[in-house]
């Protein structure tokens, strides 16, 4: 199973292997611009959103009006009750039998004892058939068609605002047809990726916050793919894989707590903080992914000191910023650019800034909208 985890991100990721899926005739990664769209009051869609103007005042950038406490864009409410990465639960204090739990979880990590999760083989089948350029599409019908979770999800989110026409979807078959084979391929790992999080019965919210950050992350990391000039779907894999580890963090405290009195966000909190990336670059090198996807599951936060893969860290870091912030629904923060320093980082003027921090705006809520993995 690992080996075909290895393979299925190798694959696709090698040019040869896009031959069939890159021609004219190739399945769609975005929407074309002659779809009808619906338009959400107050956002602009599309290439517009990214440089969108206020629509009041004298017509300053977004970002230049958040600095004098004026946003044009509408922000979310905040979108998760489970906080686990402010300032007070980061640095608060521990019990002394919550950092025993955290001491035994180190030690496990040290020595290599934890179990890697594994995807659920029907995914990892319709992902290998989805990255093989010999593939037909009846054959990846008949597999999706034994899980009828995957064929659900997936003809929702053809039916999304982001693909869908005047026409609606009904058969698996015009779903693929619509969203394209390497837009199939980012779903199917993302819903394999819920499936194994949400094992973890007794962190239940813990669960959807982590489920719900890698999706949000990885959303916006291929939105923003352009102005960072990296491919959009890489970009998407690596923030959706970005924290990685919280997956088998999540399964070891689970398995370490008794009293469920421990469980608290400071104590999940702290685990992820202290943990994840040293983890994550475990778990990514026993899936056997590339060095690429190990070096930023391991190190992305502090992106500068990411020797291999410094851009593909910061782009990462950026989205799970901009996500942090659009999370809590704080617009003084979210639309300055100061915010970033990644941005700077990545070379991108003041105006590329602007119009980058409105992208992901714009993905963040279609994303709350229209996100095609929420549960069914």
């Not at 069939?20 to 009051?41: C, L, Q, S, Y």
């Not at 689970?254 to 990336?277: C, M, N, S, W």
Request: hydrophobic residues 40%.
């Amino acid at each position: 199973m690992l080996e075909l985890i290895g393979q299925f991100l190798s694959r696709w990721f090698s040019g040869a292997a896009w031959s069939k899926w890159t021609g004219p005739d190739r399945g769609r990664e975005k929407a074309p611009k002659t779809v009808e769209r619906r338009r959400r009051p107050g956002g602009r869609r599309g290439t517009d959103s990214a440089t969108a103007k206020a629509e009041k005042g004298d017509g300053q950038p977004s970002a230049q009006k958040a600095e004098e406490g004026e946003v044009a864009l509408p922000m979310p409410e905040p979108v998760t009750e489970t906080v686990l990465e402010s300032p007070q639960i980061l640095s608060g204090p521990l019990l002394t039998r919550q950092r025993e739990i955290l001491d035994r979880i180190g030690e496990r990590i040290e020595r290599g004892q934890f179990d890697l999760p594994h995807l659920p083989s029907t995914s990892m089948v319709v992902m290998d058939l989805a990255a093989n350029p010999s593939s037909e599409i009846p054959e990846i019908v008949e597999t999706l068609s034994t899980d009828p979770v995957l064929s659900t999800r997936l003809l929702r989110m053809a039916n999304s605002a982001l693909y869908a026409t005047q026409e609606p979807v009904e058969t698996i078959h015009e779903a693929i047809m619509r969203v394209g084979m390497r837009e199939l391929r980012s779903l199917i790992l993302a819903l394999s990726m819920r499936q194994v999080i949400f094992r973890n019965g007794k962190l239940t919210n813990y669960a959807e916050e982590t489920w719900r950050q890698a999706y949000s992350v990885a959303v916006i990391s291929r939105s923003i793919a352009e102005p960072c000039s990296m491919p959009a779907d890489k970009l998407f894999l690596l923030g959706l894989l970005h924290d990685v580890g919280k997956i088998a963090l999540l399964s070891m405290l689970q398995r370490e707590i008794k009293d469920t009195q421990d469980v608290t966000p400071t104590l999940v909190g702290r685990a992820f903080l202290e943990y994840h990336e040293h983890t994550g670059s475990l778990m990514a090198e026993g899936w056997k992914l590339s060095e690429e996807f190990i070096s930023v599951a391991g190190c992305h936060h502090n992106y500068e000191n990411n020797e291999q893969y410094a851009r593909s860290a910061a782009v990462v870091s950026l989205a799970h910023r901009l996500d942090m912030n659009l999370s809590s629904g704080d617009a003084s923060v979210y639309w300055r650019a100061s915010s970033y320093p990644e941005l700077e980082f990545l070379g991108l003027n003041p105006d590329a800034q602007t119009a980058l921090i409105a992208t992901a705006h714009e993905a963040f809520m279609e994303n709350l909208e229209d996100s095609p993995t929420k549960a069914a």
